[in-house]
């Protein structure tokens, strides 16, 4: 069964920093590309980020330059680095494989705020 935890989200200033984790569990993770999705309030879904399996790494437009995704194979995990946040960076945060697995994680949520 295939499991994901998020963590790592919070409130932080415009210009300020966090970095979320994934915890995946259930499936072959070494082997499949992971992502990095949010979900921001009264839009739809969007991907963030993704890495593939030999860290070859994808970002949209939007967080290119400000974001880092980093998988570490050892211990089935995926990161966000998001370095100058900006107040349209608020979302909740989920990370799935790509293409996706039918589960999902509850998130967790990032308030970029002053």
């Known amino acids: 069964q295939v499991h994901l935890v998020e963590s790592g989200g919070g409130l932080v200033q415009p210009g300020g920093s966090l970095r979320i984790t994934c915890v995946a569990s259930?499936?072959?993770?070494?082997?499949?590309?992971m992502a990095w999705l949010r979900r921001a309030p009264e839009k739809p879904r969007e991907l963030v980020a993704t890495?593939?399996?030999?860290?070859?790494?994808y970002y949209i437009d939007a967080v290119k330059g400000r974001f880092t995704i980093s998988r570490d194979n050892a211990k089935n995990t995926v990161t966000l680095e998001m370095n100058n946040l900006k107040p349209e960076d608020t979302a909740v945060y989920y990370c799935?494989?790509?293409?996706?697995?039918?589960?999902w994680g509850q998130g967790t949520q990032v308030t970029v705020s002053s």
């Open positions: 890495v593939a399996p030999l860290d070859t790494t």
């Open positions: 259930g499936f072959m993770f070494k082997t499949n590309t």
């Open positions: 799935n494989a790509f293409p996706y697995k039918n589960s």
